[in-house]
């Protein structure tokens, strides 16, 4: 079993050169075309993550930064950069000043998504200028991109470090090779790497904890970057996964949620066994952790075994979020999304009708290439007969390198800035009226914390989802309450305490 990373690149680029080809002759940028191969190598499990000897306690009285953008795959890659850096002997700072690395982790689903990186990144010259030994590096989807890869070359000499998404566990090397040249250090893999277990992390908090099944996507819906910034669908092993739960259960976390960019591809991968997501979540139910949550499911694979274990209700969340995208079968054609309006509507009636309670949630695109006004309200049609608890809204945004980069961006702005608004209007109506009927029910929360906008006051969860309100002494954080909702409004809900949930 042998996985090639041909395209790697692990170049570094001097400083002082001027021009993008004078960078060419002996660095290799990231490429989309290697990374939309999908190769027939196994993918290597390794269970024997280190830091090298030369690199332990280099960071003993030095602080690190980390800037998160993105998705929770994102979050949750951050927590292992900052736990192989506190292995390292670093301890973490809010301060850009205090800093001794700096890392943004990136995200590139969007234009706007990368602007703000940009942004950032130039607001760090004057940082580097206090402090010209701080590490600047840039991590995450964006580095997979030559583009901006390229742009980061030739207008941010700031940066000292670029990696990707598949070399996480190589920061340790990369790191000394930053501290130690005075060249920008660039290590990019166009093609994933192996799955590395054992790698420390550092999570946030002690009650929610993330928990990956897969890492890549293979789905390659024509408008998206991440099958190209994160590789092909890779599953990790069930024993592995269950593990952790486990071992987080031990820990006295409260809440997994299961991550993947497709989880009900869960599986498909293995060679040598046939277990799909519904099998792993049949398990994960019985382990004693009290809430399972996953995102995100692809409407494609969501099969009847994975609801009748839904179904089955326990720990596993009634809460799905299930991204339709469009309500028009020719633009999820386009979109190459392998399922039609119908499939999608059959698929939300049968979850309904298993999991009554269940709370829907979906992403939309707006503004696709094409996309007429009819087509739209096919959308608006669509989200009004489904209900959605909550929808997450975008404008189409065209990524380089992505087929629907090709077709004509023919939705003009204003255009599809009026469609987002008109959806958002039906969807803030619909969330409300949930929220609405919630009303003097009682439900049971997961008491998470202080709310971010009052410390007298305590926020939590229903077991959909719901963001709840309440008031009650803080020794209540991490306890499941039953509560009483009195006031619902679009976003979030009121409550009162009637009693502690026995678990
Ligand atoms: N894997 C998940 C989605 C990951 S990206 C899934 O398939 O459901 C999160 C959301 O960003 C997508 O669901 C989509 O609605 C949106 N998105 C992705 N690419 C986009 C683009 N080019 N322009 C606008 N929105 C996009
Ligand atoms: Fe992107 Fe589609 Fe994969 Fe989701 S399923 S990550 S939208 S290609
Ligand atoms: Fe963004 Fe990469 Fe996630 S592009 S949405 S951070 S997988």
Same mark, same amino acid.
């Given at each position: $079993? &042998?996985?090639? +990373?041909?395209? !790697? &690149?692990?170049?570094?680029?001097?400083?002082?050169? =001027? &021009? !993008? @080809?004078?960078?060419? %002759?002996?660095?290799?940028?990231?490429?989309?075309?290697?990374?939309? =191969?999908?190769? %027939? @190598?196994?993918?290597?499990? *390794?269970?024997?993550?280190?830091?090298? /000897? /030369? $690199?332990?306690?280099?960071? =003993?009285? =030095? *602080?690190y930064l980390i800037r998160t953008y993105g998705c929770q795959m994102n979050e949750h890659d951050s927590e292992t950069i900052a736990g192989i850096l506190e292995q390292m002997g670093y301890s973490s700072t809010e301060d850009e000043m205090e800093a001794d690395v700096v890392l943004f982790n990136t995200c590139a689903i969007r234009e706007n998504a990368e602007d703000k990186v940009f942004g950032e990144l130039g607001h760090m010259k004057r940082i580097k200028k206090n402090n010209p030994n701080l590490i600047l590096g840039v991590c995450g989807c964006m580095s997979q991109e030559e583009s901006v890869v390229n742009k980061i070359l030739k207008s941010y000499p700031q940066v000292d470090l670029i990696f990707g998404t598949h070399n996480i566990h190589r920061l340790p090397v990369?790191?000394?090779?930053?501290?130690?040249?005075?060249?920008?250090?660039? /290590?990019v893999w166009s093609k994933e790497g192996d799955i590395i277990e054992n790698m420390p992390k550092v999570? @946030?908090? +002690?009650?929610?904890?993330?928990? +990956?099944? $897969?890492?890549?996507?293979? %789905?390659?819906? !024509?408008?998206?970057?991440?099958?190209? &910034?994160?590789? %092909? @669908?890779?599953?990790?092993?069930?024993?592995d996964v269950i593990a952790e739960v486990r071992e987080l259960a031990r820990q006295g976390y409260k809440e997994i949620m299961l991550l993947g960019q497709n989880v009900n591809a869960y599986g498909k991968d293995f060679e040598d066994i046939k277990y799909g997501f519904g099998d792993l979540l049949d398990e994960i139910r019985k382990i004693d952790i009290p809430r399972v949550r996953f995102t995100t499911s692809h409407p494609r694979d969501f099969d009847d075994h994975l609801i009748e274990v839904l179904a089955k209700g326990g720990n596993l969340m009634e809460q799905i979020h299930l991204p339709v995208q469009s309500g028009s079968t020719e633009v999820l054609k386009k979109m190459a999304r392998k399922y039609t309006r119908e499939h999608y509507l059959e698929l939300v009636r049968k979850i309904k009708a298993a999991i009554p309670h269940a709370a829907l949630t979906t992403d939309i695109i707006v503004g696709f290439p094409g996309e007429t006004e009819e087509q739209f309200q096919e959308t608006l049609s669509l989200v009004e007969e489904v209900g959605y608890d909550f929808a997450y809204t975008f404008m189409y945004s065209p990524r380089e390198g992505t087929p629907a980069a090709e077709m004509a961006d023919s939705v003009p702005e204003e255009v599809k800035k009026d469609r987002l608004h008109r959806l958002m209007e039906v969807q803030n109506r619909i969330s409300k009226e949930k929220n609405l009927a919630l009303q003097n029910q009682i439900v049971e929360v997961l008491i998470e914390g202080e709310s971010k906008t009052n410390p007298d006051v305590l926020a939590g969860r229903t077991r959909t989802g719901k963001l709840v309100h309440l008031s009650g002494d803080k020794s209540l954080i991490g306890t499941l309450v039953n509560v009483r909702i009195t006031e619902a409004k679009t976003w979030t809900l009121w409550g009162e305490i009637v009693a502690k949930v026995e678990v």
């Open positions: $079993m &042998t996985v090639k +990373n041909e395209a !790697t &690149t692990d170049l570094k680029s001097a400083k002082s050169q =001027k &021009t !993008t @080809e004078d960078f060419a %002759k002996y660095f290799q940028p990231p490429s989309l075309k290697d990374a939309k =191969k999908r190769g %027939k @190598e196994d993918v290597r499990v *390794h269970y024997d993550f280190g830091i090298p /000897e /030369e $690199m332990q306690g280099i960071g =003993k009285g =030095k *602080h990369l790191l000394r090779d930053a501290m130690f040249s005075k060249e920008m250090v660039i /290590e999570r @946030e908090g +002690n009650i929610k904890a993330w928990v +990956n099944i $897969m890492y890549g996507c293979d %789905k390659f819906c !024509t408008y998206c970057i991440v099958p190209y &910034t994160r590789g %092909k @669908e890779r599953s990790r092993r069930p024993e």
